[in-house]
């Protein structure tokens, strides 16, 4: 059984959402780090939304996928070396993205209540996670869908 085209077309659609949320989450960075409080905030927020987006789409590719099809997920097809890297890639991806809703949920209340000091030091720990975490949805991305070419 095959599914609509719309359904193929979502890890597309997924990867984009994790590239945007790579640019914001650096745009970001690189806007606190120049004393742009107020710019960003509102980068952040647009990274968050972005990764809820992609959240959605994500869980709509592997429901529609198990519906149409029966199977829930693309196989990974590499061979030999790169094989556990794949996986290597794929597991720390797995594991820390579980708790990156958790990280920034917490991380964007504390901007949002003005606890400066327990932002800053929250967001040390939330942004290099959740820069690992979008960087790696793109190249799990590449390798699920365009290795090799």
């Not at 809703?101 to 959740?130: C, D, M, N």
């Amino acid at each position: 059984m095959t599914a609509p085209d719309w359904v193929y077309f979502l890890p597309t659609v997924n990867a984009g959402l994790n590239s945007l949320a790579t640019v914001l989450l650096i745009t970001g960075y690189l806007l606190i780090k120049r004393g742009h409080q107020a710019a960003h905030k509102q980068v952040m927020l647009g990274t968050f939304a972005t990764s809820v987006l992609f959240l959605v789409c994500y869980l709509a590719y592997h429901f529609a996928l198990k519906h149409y099809t029966g199977a829930s997920s693309q196989p990974f097809q590499g061979q030999g070396v790169i094989r556990p890297v794949y996986f290597i890639i794929l597991i720390t991806h797995v594991i820390l993205a579980a708790v990156v809703p958790i990280l920034a949920s917490v991380t964007i209340y504390r901007g949002l209540k003005q606890q400066w000091e327990k932002h800053r030091r929250i967001a040390k720990v939330t942004f290099p996670i959740w820069l690992y975490v979008s960087l790696t949805g793109v190249i799990i991305y590449g390798m699920l869908y365009h290795w090799p070419v």
